[in-house]
């Protein structure tokens, strides 16, 4: 593709297939129109509805503040695409260059960019996941399924995960005055991703706010009345709790599963890519044809010693798609890397939550600004004595700053004063993140560094 | 020679048009000399700054105020605590969150919106009074009270009071801006007088406030139940008086300029008669194009700071170029074209960080809507001055008079 002109026929009548009609798929296919590619666009998605955000469904809907149509994605740019939605990819034939839908049909292409995100694990046990009053929330539907059932006045829900999802949903139920019990297997909320200094914040700001929080111990089963409908929940400490609504909130699961088979490096932990978004086969050998972005995209990160970081950030869909989409479009001298700085937030109990960098690969923290009993901070995370990561809570005007240092691998801790640093900031503490060998359901970001073709499901955020 | 170009800012011979001085001042990004203020001046350095931590607003970190040729005139006299645009957190934080409670989301995410109605009637109110349609001062007009009267509405200012409001108002804007030869004694002991009546007539009002309570603002930062308790009437008083003068000149420049250069862009004027929305992004252009708020110059450095290799030490004072950062060709393509239709207008000209401005929401919508108005009812406007001319202020720089004239005011 050097200079022989195919790299101008592709932009001028190519066939560019995109798998997975959401936030990543919608980005790259308009950045595709922008870069001047011409050719036939298909947009393949499983969900029968056109691109939708999905930050709003754990928080503005949930309270019934917002209908479907407010949360259609904006579109930059008419992007002229034959829609297939509603239809599941199920295979990928990577010598024929040819998508297999669910409705038996095949779609032919010269590029294909996969962007099929990830799915709310389910509750392990199929009998009780289908006990009415069972939900998870990842899409509209089950948005608008849990949203109906939470007008409906239950007398108590039951959130199993207290991960960011699980504790948005129950501070969407406390606001609407909803009792709510979460059971979180950690010793916190939130310390798969941030650790246990600032799970206990979280932990407070739940009992602030009046949730029955149970960390430490497990849900082991649901039961069901005679109607099917569930009733109560056990817990792994003896205890039980009477719920009429239970929301697993287990994590995420990335799909994959249609390109078994296919020899694509493509696993439970997700697509392996380059930085340039070009994902690996099995052998560990990158495709030209085949690009990934999003959620289920692995991709090495020079910043944070090139392991793979898989990312749930709406940023990163948003990045990685346009870099994608961009190298597509380009010889190999102008193509880009993805080195977006991994960064997300959470609302929840009236406090804006933000972070940016790897929390997970910190071993100590030092709260830089403002005081952890105020619920105004920031903290930030140190590793091999530089800043790897920063989470403020009501301070997010701050994060630029830190996301700087982490840019530059400035010295940890911060060697000099700022405005507002308190007794607290003086002195770096462990961040106290959970034992690795003993899996949580949380965290957005797991690092790795295997080989793309690795299959096994392991937790792995550094530690000293 | 670079302190020349610092001077040169400051000389009121450059008022109406600092833009090639900027250019020039970019070629040393950070510039210092002397005992002077360092000078920053390009867009992604002033960016980074204004979310700098190590970087101060409280004048009590200054080691040398006296180093710096604005500070004198900048800090008025004043026997009220520093406002939250002069503290740091988490002093400012308490202030700030305290005043944006009644003023914008998340508790009052209605209180600016409602008010369109009402600022509509105002501006409508003003264009109405122009009796000579051959020679409009705009500014004298429209633009300088239309302001007022809003803070007054916002405030809570009973409609009986609003003339002896506007009298203090002006004469503490004149003073902020005086003229060259004017008795400097003179003029501050009528400045004084004016803020004083004005601070007791407030404090009055408080107090009337706290007994009887209203809608308006200062009922409200009066009588506050949120989680940080009431302010105390002197932090009412000195966050009322923020509130007046920083939302007063700058706005009045905002709308000055907006007309000013509108009228330079007769077809964008054209577009904006025809399509009143488009006052949307003219306004963010005209943010980044002409700032009412050219330059920050009260920051001070708590640790050393590196900018592009140069060291700022701890204690110095900085001065961010706002109005060179918007015009920064590393940012901006075409920085010195007037063009509404960019994709990107990320503009400097509310700051940014932890005090970007507090009345922005406001402030946009004011000259939104005057703009609007102004160009729908006046029939064929044409500039009488070009360059009209400016007031002193080289911060808060925006001409003191715009003459203009048009065939007619439509209903």
Request: glycine share 8%; with cysteine.
């Given at each position: 593709?050097?200079?022989?002109?195919?790299?101008?026929?592709?932009?001028?009548?190519?066939?560019?297939?995109?798998?997975?009609?959401?936030?990543?798929?919608?980005?790259?296919?308009?950045?595709?129109?922008?870069?001047?590619?011409?050719?036939?666009?298909?947009?393949?998605?499983?969900?029968?509805?056109?691109?939708?955000?999905?930050?709003?469904?754990?928080?503005?809907?949930?309270?019934?503040?917002?209908?479907?149509?407010?949360?259609?994605?904006?579109?930059?740019?008419?992007?002229?695409?034959?829609?297939?939605?509603?239809?599941?990819?199920?295979?990928?034939?990577?010598?024929?260059?040819?998508?297999?839908?669910?409705?038996?049909?095949?779609?032919?292409?010269?590029?294909?960019?996969?962007?099929?995100?990830?799915?709310?694990?389910?509750?392990?046990?199929?009998?009780?996941?289908?006990?009415?009053?069972?939900?998870?929330?990842?899409?509209?539907?089950?948005?608008?399924?849990?949203?109906?059932?939470?007008?409906?006045?239950?007398?108590?829900?039951?959130?199993?995960?207290?991960?960011?999802?699980?504790?948005?949903?129950?501070?969407?139920?406390?606001?609407?005055?909803?009792?709510?019990?979460?059971?979180?297997?950690?010793?916190?909320?939130?310390?798969?991703?941030?650790?246990?200094?600032?799970?206990?914040?979280?932990?407070?700001?739940?009992?602030?706010?009046?949730?029955?929080?149970?960390?430490?111990?497990?849900?082991?089963?649901?039961?069901?009345?005679?109607?099917?409908?569930?009733?109560?929940?056990?817990?792994?400490?003896?205890?039980?709790?009477?719920?009429?609504?239970?929301?697993?909130?287990?994590?995420?699961?990335?799909?994959?599963?249609?390109?078994?088979?296919?020899?694509?490096?493509?696993?439970?932990?997700?697509?392996?890519?380059?930085?340039?978004?070009?994902?690996?086969?099995?052998?560990?050998?990158?495709?030209?044809?085949?690009?990934?972005?999003?959620?289920?995209?692995?991709?090495?990160?020079?910043?944070?010693?090139?392991?793979?970081?898989?990312?749930?950030?709406?940023?990163?869909?948003?990045?990685?798609?346009?870099?994608?989409?961009?190298?597509?479009?380009?010889?190999?001298?102008?193509?880009?890397?993805?080195?977006?700085?991994?960064?997300?937030?959470?609302?929840?109990?009236?406090?804006?939550?933000?972070?940016?960098?790897?929390?997970?690969?910190?071993?100590?923290?030092?709260?830089?600004?403002?005081?952890?009993?105020?619920?105004?901070?920031?903290?930030?995370?140190?590793?091999?004595?530089?800043?790897?990561?920063?989470?403020?809570?009501?301070?997010?005007?701050?994060?630029?700053?830190?996301?700087?240092?982490?840019?530059?691998?400035?010295?940890?801790?911060?060697?000099?004063?700022?405005?507002?640093?308190?007794?607290?900031?003086?002195?770096?503490?462990?961040?106290?993140?959970?034992?690795?060998?003993?899996?949580?359901?949380?965290?957005?970001?797991?690092?790795?560094?295997?080989?793309?073709?690795?299959?096994?499901?392991?937790?792995?955020?550094?530690?000293? | 020679?670079?302190?020349?170009?610092?001077?040169?800012?400051?000389d009121y011979a450059h008022r109406a048009n600092p833009y090639p001085l900027y250019e020039e001042l970019r070629k040393t990004?950070?510039?210092?000399?002397?005992?002077?203020?360092?000078?920053?001046?390009?867009?992604?350095?002033?960016?980074?700054?204004?979310?700098?931590?190590?970087?101060?607003?409280?004048?009590?970190?200054?080691?040398?105020?006296?180093?710096?040729?604005?500070?004198?005139?900048?800090?008025?006299?004043?026997?009220?605590?520093?406002?939250?645009?002069?503290?740091?957190?988490?002093?400012?934080?308490?202030?700030?969150?305290?005043?944006?409670?009644?003023?914008?989301?998340?508790?009052?995410?209605?209180?600016?919106?409602?008010?369109?109605?009402?600022?509509?009637?105002?501006?409508?109110?003003?264009?109405?009074?122009?009796?000579?349609?051959?020679?409009?001062?705009?500014?004298?007009?429209?633009?300088?009270?239309?302001?007022?009267?809003?803070?007054?509405?916002?405030?809570?200012?009973?409609?009986?009071?609003?003339?002896?409001?506007?009298?203090?108002?002006?004469?503490?804007?004149?003073?902020?801006?005086?003229?060259?030869?004017?008795?400097?004694?003179?003029?501050?002991?009528?400045?004084?007088?004016?803020?004083?009546?004005?601070?007791?007539?407030?404090?009055?009002?408080?107090?009337?406030?706290?007994?009887?309570?209203?809608?308006?603002?200062?009922?409200?930062?009066?009588?506050?139940?949120?989680?940080?308790?009431?302010?105390?009437?002197?932090?009412?008083?000195?966050?009322?008086?923020?509130?007046?003068?920083?939302?007063?000149?700058?706005?009045?420049?905002?709308?000055?300029?907006?007309?000013?250069?509108?009228?330079?862009?007769?077809?964008?004027?054209?577009?904006?008669?025809?399509?009143?929305?488009?006052?949307?992004?003219?306004?963010?252009?005209?943010?980044?194009?002409?700032?009412?708020?050219?330059?920050?110059?009260?920051?001070?450095?708590?640790?050393?700071?590196?900018?592009?290799?140069?060291?700022?030490?701890?204690?110095?004072?900085?001065?961010?170029?706002?109005?060179?950062?918007?015009?920064?060709?590393?940012?901006?393509?075409?920085?010195?074209?007037?063009?509404?239709?960019?994709?990107?207008?990320?503009?400097?000209?509310?700051?940014?960080?932890?005090?970007?401005?507090?009345?922005?929401?406001?402030?946009?919508?004011?000259?939104?809507?005057?703009?609007?108005?102004?160009?729908?009812?006046?029939?064929?406007?044409?500039?009488?001055?070009?360059?009209?001319?400016?007031?002193?202020?080289?911060?808060?720089?925006?001409?003191?008079?715009?003459?203009?004239?048009?065939?007619?005011?439509?209903?």
């Open positions: 593709m050097s200079g022989d002109g195919s790299l101008d026929r592709l932009k001028r009548d190519g066939r560019i297939v995109v798998v997975g009609a959401s936030l990543a798929g919608l980005r790259g296919a308009e950045t595709l129109r922008e870069e001047g590619f011409t050719g036939s666009l298909t947009m393949i998605g499983d969900e029968p509805y056109e691109p939708y955000d999905r930050p709003p469904l754990s928080k503005q809907i949930l309270l019934g503040r917002a209908t479907a149509d407010h949360t259609l994605l904006p579109r930059r740019r008419a992007i002229d695409a034959e829609w297939r939605l509603g239809v599941p990819a199920t295979g990928l034939d990577m010598a024929a260059r040819r998508v297999r839908l669910g409705d038996g049909d095949e779609v032919e292409y010269d590029r294909l960019l996969i962007a099929t995100g990830v799915r709310a694990r389910p509750w392990p046990k199929e009998d009780e996941a289908e006990l009415d009053g069972v939900f998870v929330l990842r899409t509209r539907d089950d948005a608008y399924a849990l949203e109906r059932s939470l007008a409906q006045s239950p007398r108590r829900v039951l959130v199993i995960g207290a991960g960011f999802t699980g504790s948005e949903i129950a501070s969407a139920c406390r606001e609407r005055g909803i009792a709510v019990t979460v059971a979180e297997r950690a010793a916190a909320p939130l310390v798969g991703a941030l650790g246990g200094v600032i799970g206990a914040v979280a932990a407070e700001l739940h009992h602030e706010n009046g949730v029955d929080l149970r960390c430490g111990v497990m849900v082991t089963g649901l039961e069901g009345d005679s109607t099917g409908r569930v009733r109560t929940a056990h817990f792994s400490d003896g205890n039980s709790v009477e719920a009429d609504v239970v929301v697993v909130a287990l994590g995420a699961t990335r799909n994959t599963e249609w390109l078994a088979g296919s020899g694509l490096g493509a696993g439970p932990r997700g697509i392996a890519c380059d930085a340039g978004c070009r994902a690996f086969d099995i052998r560990g050998i990158v495709t030209d044809d085949i690009y990934v972005a999003g959620d289920v995209a692995r991709s090495p990160h020079p910043l944070f010693g090139y392991q793979f970081l898989s990312l749930e950030h709406w940023g990163n869909a948003v990045s990685q798609a346009e870099t994608a989409a961009h190298n597509m479009m380009s010889e190999s001298a102008d193509r880009r890397p993805h080195i977006w700085v991994p960064a997300f937030w959470s609302s929840q109990f009236g406090v804006n939550i933000k972070s940016v960098g790897v929390p997970t690969m910190g071993t100590e923290i030092v709260i830089a600004q403002g005081a952890l009993n105020e619920r105004r901070f920031t903290g930030v995370y140190g590793y091999q004595g530089r800043v790897i990561g920063a989470v403020t809570f009501d301070q997010s005007k701050w994060l630029q700053f830190y996301q700087q240092q982490i840019e530059t691998t400035a010295p940890f801790p911060p060697p000099f004063p700022t405005v507002d640093r308190r007794l607290e900031g003086q002195h770096p503490r462990d961040a106290d993140f959970p034992d690795p060998s003993v899996p949580t359901h949380g965290p957005t970001v797991t690092l790795s560094g295997y080989a793309p073709d690795d299959r096994r499901l392991t937790f792995t955020p550094a530690r000293h | 020679m670079t302190q020349a170009i610092l001077r040169e800012i400051l990004p950070v510039l210092h000399e002397a005992d002077g203020p360092y000078v920053v001046s390009k867009y992604y350095d002033i960016q980074s700054l204004l979310h700098d931590p190590r970087v101060s607003s409280d004048a009590r970190n200054l080691k040398s105020p006296a180093a710096d040729p604005l500070a004198a005139d900048a800090q008025e006299e004043t026997a009220l605590p520093p406002s939250f645009l002069r503290l740091d957190p988490p002093e400012h934080d308490r202030l700030r969150r305290m005043t944006n409670r009644p003023f914008g989301p998340p508790h009052s995410p209605r209180r600016v919106y409602d008010m369109h109605g009402e600022l509509k009637d105002i501006v409508s109110g003003l264009i109405d009074g122009i009796d000579n349609p051959d020679r409009i001062d705009l500014v004298d007009q429209v633009s300088y009270p239309f302001p007022v009267t809003v803070i007054c509405r916002v405030l809570g200012v009973p409609r009986e009071d609003e003339s002896r409001f506007h009298t203090w108002a002006d004469t503490i804007a004149a003073g902020l801006d005086p003229a060259p030869d004017a008795d400097r004694e003179e003029r501050d002991k009528i400045v004084h007088n004016a803020r004083t009546e004005l601070g007791m007539y407030l404090a009055g009002l408080i107090e009337e406030r706290r007994k009887k309570p209203g809608d308006d603002m200062l009922s409200e930062l009066a009588s506050s139940h949120g989680p940080d308790g009431a302010m105390t009437t002197m932090e009412v008083l000195s966050t009322a008086a923020l509130l007046l003068i920083a939302g007063h000149e700058t706005t009045v420049n905002l709308i000055t300029n907006g007309m000013l250069t509108l009228l330079r862009n007769p077809d964008v004027l054209g577009r904006l008669r025809e399509d009143p929305k488009l006052s949307v992004p003219i306004v963010e252009e005209l943010l980044r194009f002409e700032p009412p708020v050219q330059l920050v110059p009260q920051r001070t450095t708590l640790a050393d700071i590196e900018v592009r290799g140069v060291t700022i030490p701890k204690g110095a004072s900085l001065w961010l170029v706002l109005a060179s950062g918007n015009r920064d060709p590393d940012r901006f393509d075409h920085p010195d074209r007037f063009d509404p239709e960019r994709g990107d207008i990320q503009h400097l000209g509310f700051g940014s960080g932890i005090h970007s401005c507090f009345g922005a929401p406001l402030a946009r919508l004011e000259a939104q809507l005057a703009l609007s108005e102004l160009a729908r009812r006046l029939e064929n406007p044409r500039l009488l001055e070009d360059p009209p001319p400016y007031r002193q202020n080289a911060v808060l720089r925006g001409p003191r008079h715009l003459p203009i004239a048009c065939d007619g005011i439509r209903p």
